[in-house]
């Protein structure tokens, strides 16, 4: 329950399949993907670049490092032209985006911060259930 109250989030919107890093983890996503929940307070660095539909990928890596903190939500959208995460740029629908994460209705869809690798039990992960 620490875990989970004192944690932060990073919310991915608009994403295709994405080879996703966090930290010490890396893994494919599957289409249930939005991101990552109980993210230790610190400072973290991410990595993605964009799968096409063989599986392959053909864009360079994006990475940004972030900190997190308890009850945070971090909002970065794909951005399909540049092959890039970037911040929201409708400060309303961050917001209401924001307050959703908080109310726990994007949880399903929320990978939980692991060390090592994301919890593929979760769904949100490639090959998850």
């Known amino acids: 329950l620490g ?3 004192g944690g932060g989030f990073l919310l991915l919107m608009e994403c ?3 080879e996703f890093s966090l ?3 890396r893994q494919v996503t599957g289409p249930r993907f939005r991101g990552v929940k109980m993210i230790p307070p610190g400072l973290h660095f991410f990595s993605a670049r ?4 063989q599986g392959t990928t053909l864009a360079p890596a994006y ?4 900190r ?3 009850g945070k939500v971090l909002v970065l959208c794909w951005d399909a032209g540049t092959e890039t995460l970037r911040a929201e740029e409708d400060r309303e629908q961050e917001q209401r985006l924001q307050e ?3 109310r726990g209705e994007m949880d399903a869809f929320l ?4 060390h090592g690798s994301l919890d593929p039990h979760s769904g949100a992960v490639a090959g998850g259930g």
């Open 111 to 114: 990978a939980p911060y692991a």
């Open 3 to 5: 875990r989970l109250s």
């Open 68 to 70: 997190s903190e308890a």
């Open 100 to 102: 959703a994460v908080v």
């Open 23 to 25: 930290d010490l983890s």
């Open 50 to 53: 964009a799968y096409n539909a």
């Open 63 to 66: 990475g940004q490092w972030f």
């Open 16 to 18: 295709p399949p994405l």
